[in-house]
């Protein structure tokens, strides 16, 4: 009656004397998030860091659409992605809400913790990387220019409350230090990436506001990024190795590396204002050369890790994704910028890479999501 479906009880009997005679459904009844108490420790102990899965998607989109004038089936791939990723942002936003209505005490405890609180950025950052899949893929200029400036504006309130919550308290210890501490001053980083191609999409005090924030975030965010470099350079040096759940943070340092150089050539193509431009091109070639030595030292960092301590997984894993997919597109405009094959041949064994870490860390989500562990 009224498109409304009316069971009878006998139904809701046979269904449950079905399960209970099925071995295999009830076994799979069972293990569906076996391992919390109260599905409400899904919001409680949501992580903010489940946001890094928006910017790892969203680089694998951007880099399959790259790497598709080559691969040509790689454009539908991107496409794919690209819906995928808006659709599990929405998702994830749910939880991510309802945390602060729910839990403010967890949700503020986390805000305030040396660690964890440099993942709460990877909500904007993921916005960002949305809004360049909406200019590049999705060819939509309205969604992201709604996607760059919301995302833009929490980037530089992250940007400036977190340090400023460091530099006020007594808390940090230098075991605390890790590359964890690199996400705030990416999404600074990362604005120009999209912002850059905005610039011309406005006109009067709306198109100097992109301009000025553009400018703001990559210069901000650079110099950030060159400070706490050598403090994380120290904390390795001097300290006790990364705990195993914290390894795959190694591989962020090549997010500002990456992001830093498509950001940077991305500006100076697109910025009226900037009339010699060689020497600001150079410089990004010089900066994605650094990236080179960094990935070898992740890549032997991560096979000590697997080999001598172990690789659990953790919500930490996502870091293997964004950052490697930031220097895969370095890479390729790179190599389009200055017209050398041979860097646009490194990208795309990186990219190839870059495909491996994102189907296992997506799967390894995926089952780990299925059982609860993740919201332990």
Known sequence: MNGIE?????????????????????KRCIELLRDIKCKCEIVKNFAPSWFASIMGTGILALTSDFYSQYIPWLKEAALALFYFNVILFFVLLIPWILRWVLFKK???????HPINSNFY????????VLSSDFLVIGKNDLMGSIFWFSGAAITVLFGIYLPYSMFKGDHVRIEHINPAWFIPPVGLIVIPIAG???????????????????????????????????LVTHRF?????????????????LGPIGAGTVALINLVQ??????????FLVFGMIFWGFGI???????????????????????????????????????????????????DYVGFALFLLLVCFWVV???NTVRYTYHGTVFK
Do not use: C
Request: charged share 15%; proline share 6%.
């Open 270 to 279: 697109h910025s009226s204002i900037i009339t010699v431009k060689e020497p």
């Open 6 to 26: 009316i069971k009878s009880p006998e139904n809701d009997n046979n269904a449950i004397l079905s399960i209970q005679r099925n071995p295999d459904i009830k």
């Open 106 to 112: 967890e949700s503020y405890e986390s805000l305030k």
């Open 196 to 230: 850059s191609l905005l610039i011309d999409k406005f006109t009067g005090t709306v198109q100097e506001l992109v301009v000025l924030t553009n400018f703001v975030g990559w210069g901000a965010g650079f110099f950030i990024y060159l400070f706490l470099l050598a």
């Open 361 to 363: 860390t997506f799967i």
């Open 293 to 343: 030595w960094w990935a070898a030292i992740a890549i032997l960092m991560t096979v000590h890790y697997i080999r001598r301590l172990k690789l659990p997984y953790a919500m930490s894993w996502w870091a293997f994704t964004f950052p490697l997919g930031a220097y895969v597109a370095a890479s390729h405009v790179v190599a389009k910028t200055f017209s050398l094959e041979i860097v």
């Open 121 to 128: 950025p990877t909500i904007s950052v993921g916005m960002m």
């Open 237 to 253: 040096i001097l300290h006790k190795p990364l705990p195993n759940i914290l390894a795959p943070t190694i591989w962020i340092n």
